[in-house]
């Protein structure tokens, strides 16, 4: 059974930083790209972070210069440094795995396995 396990989200004070990780079980995700989401109450899942096989990265705008994605393939681990953090990054993040693709893609809908989430929330 194929599962995403994030952990590492809490509440943190307006300029603080958090470090999110997600292990995978039930299979191998070295060969596959993984992705930050997060989701607001009210809006839309948005798209974080991705990081490729080989260590390639793309961010959303919002988080650029604030946020690092990496990867530790021997321990089948992402994880998610979140320094500088805003009130607006408030949300439940979400780790994702996309086994299909050689290229970072920002849509849900891309996206073949999920975690259940970890809450983030930032005090102003």
């Known amino acids: 059974q194929v599962q995403l396990v994030e952990s590492g989200g809490g509440l943190v004070q307006a300029g603080g930083s958090l470090r999110l990780s997600c292990a995978a079980s039930?299979?191998?995700?070295?060969?596959?790209?993984m992705g930050w989401f997060r989701q607001a109450p009210g809006l839309e899942r948005e798209f974080v972070a991705g990081i490729s096989r080989y260590s390639g990265t793309s961010y959303a705008d919002s988080v650029k210069e604030r946020f690092t994605i990496s990867r530790d393939n021997a321990k089948n681990t992402v994880y998610l440094q979140m320094n500088d953090l805003k009130p607006g990054d408030t949300a439940l993040y979400y780790c994702?795995?996309?086994?299909?693709?050689?290229?970072?893609?920002?849509?849900?809908?891309?996206?073949?396995?999920w975690g259940q989430g970890t809450q983030v929330t930032v005090s102003s």
């Open positions: 994702a795995a996309d086994v299909s693709s050689r290229y970072i893609y920002t849509t849900v809908g891309r996206y073949d396995y």
């Open positions: 039930g299979h191998s995700f070295s060969a596959d790209v």
